[in-house]
């Protein structure tokens, strides 16, 4: 089954201009929807983007009003956890939230909310076993949106890749590090597939749209698996294979988080239930994709500050 189509008939307000947040509101701006997205700090207001943005820095006491919201349709929130835990997008606009007519609402969070399965799959059914603190944040915020009597889906991510996010820089620069962990695999998604199925489901009826789904590729593999293919497409060398063991100590918190979990996630609601399409089903169509858009030098959306 193919993605259901979004129909030109909203308005769409994207809380976080980042890498895919902007990637979102570019196609929905394509598709016929009014795009808003939101930003810290300062814009160029002569800049040529096929959207509005709008200033939102709680810190900074720049909260939207109602009449900068009121004709949003649906709303797409990329904003993570603050240093306290708390989602500072609904702290500071769920009462303006609930007044407006939304018909959607999305959040994005982690497939980091399972945990550490030693390898083993998690579907949408699995419970919730966050082990890292920020993870942990991540899971509260999104309980509180899901509960927060608004229309929302909560999109579960992994890796995110795609144009300007992939490894080819690394492999050209030579800083890219070919480490291998016996029995580690990671789970990837390619940015656009975030967006069609953001899309997909917008375009549901209300009651087909479950309020969790898991958005990731069918292949957990490696991240040798995933480099050597990088280095094949671009026909050069690989750096030499290090232990996991003989480099864990040079890592830093970040970095170690990541190898810290091991987990196969399943797409099988998205792709079987809801219908949707994966544009890459693997990284081997994503990396190529990535390539070539790259090498096009097209624009790649980034962060608004």
Sequence with gaps: MTSAPVKPRGELLVLGGGYGGLRFAAAMAEAGFGVTVTHRGQRDSAAADPWRWLAFDPDAGLVPSAGDLASTTHLLS????DRQGQDPALEAL?????????????Y?????????????WVDETSEAAPSLERSRARLACEQAWLSSGLPVQSFRLPAIYGPGRSPFAGLQQGTSRLVHKPGQVFCRTHV???VGALSHCLALPAQARPQLVNVSDDCPCPSSETLGFAAHLLGCKLPPVQ????????MGPMALSFWA????????RLCQDLGYSLRYPSYREGFGACLAEERAGAPTPGPAG
């Design 192 to 194: 656009d597939d975030i």
């Design 94 to 106: 769920a009462p303006l939230l609930r007044q407006l007519p939304l018909d959607w609402v999305g």
């Design 261 to 268: 979990e091991n987990r196969r996630v399943r797409n099988r």
């Design 78 to 81: 990329t904003i993570p956890p």
């Design 243 to 250: 232990a996991f063991a003989s480099v864990a100590a040079s």
């Design 108 to 120: 994005l969070s982690t497939t980091g909310v399972y945990g550490d399965r030693q390898g083993g």
